[in-house]
């Protein structure tokens, strides 16, 4: 193992820098921001649905936490964006515990800011890759007891991820606790007008393609295959916009200009 500075990569694109950016962050390079920028030519909306992801994010926490899930394994981080999920998830709920897991190194260079929870719980980061499950399983006996429920956050993380995806999900699940959850967003070309659309998301999917960034859009069924072991919390697979926002009226264009499916579900 070499002991000089860990390889950031900075001359290539990468999706959770990409993400930073839109956010308004600054952890980026020129090549991500080359990126973000042309990005944001093609889907002008990115930034609104990078926005509505990370309220996603916090809506579902503040629900699980609600049904009394104190353990989460947070995969597919991202560069620490206040608040992060320890910070939701201990607000509702001092003692809770939560493992983050990125494959990116500059997410590992700002972990530091990951690992700042309640005296009462503890928070721990995992430098893996979400296609690889038993690298990030073989490390989580410190931070979290698996015989209790843990919830899987995966949100907007699975479309970069490639092999079986549905496989590393189950592999995921499968030595968790019964009431254990599973909270996930991904995106959608399902809201595009046919594939040439120009507003559509998919001239937002060619720009990481163009960058050597695999990303695979999926359509509600698609994604609802995710849950067919679980079970799926109402309302179901739904714009993240949308998702337990009863009462609150949206146009069918910001379906559009989110273009991300999300939902949560409970292993029996």
Known sequence: M????????????????????????KDSYDADR???????REFPAVRLTARTNR????????????????????????????PN??????????????VYVDNDPIVLAHARALLVGT??????????????????LGKLADTLDLTQPVAVSLMATLHF????????VRAFLAPL????????????????DGPDDPDGMARLLQVYQDRGIPVRPRSRAEVARFFDDLELVEPGVEVIHRWRNEGIAHPKSHDK??????????KP
């Open 85 to 98: 999920l320890h910070q939701v998830a201990q607000e509702l709920a001092p003692e809770s515990r939560v």
């Open 55 to 82: 309220e996603f994010m916090r809506h579902a926490t503040r629900y699980l936490a609600g049904q009394g899930i104190r353990q989460y394994l947070d995969i597919g981080t991202g560069i620490p964006t206040e």
């Open 34 to 40: 080359d990126a973000a920028e042309k990005a944001l």
């Open 177 to 192: 606790a019964s009431g254990s959850y599973l909270a996930m967003s991904h995106v959608t070309t399902e809201f595009d």
């Open 119 to 136: 005296p009462e719980g503890r928070t721990a980061y995992i430098q893996a890759d979400a296609a690889d499950p038993p690298s990030i």
């Open 257 to 266: 200009a989110v273009s991300l499916y999300g939902a949560v579900g409970r």
């Open 161 to 168: 991820v490639p092999g079986d995806v549905y496989e590393h």
């Open 2 to 25: 070499s002991d000089g500075p860990p390889d950031l990569g900075i001359n290539v694109a990468h999706p959770a820098r990409m993400y930073d950016y839109f956010l308004g962050g």
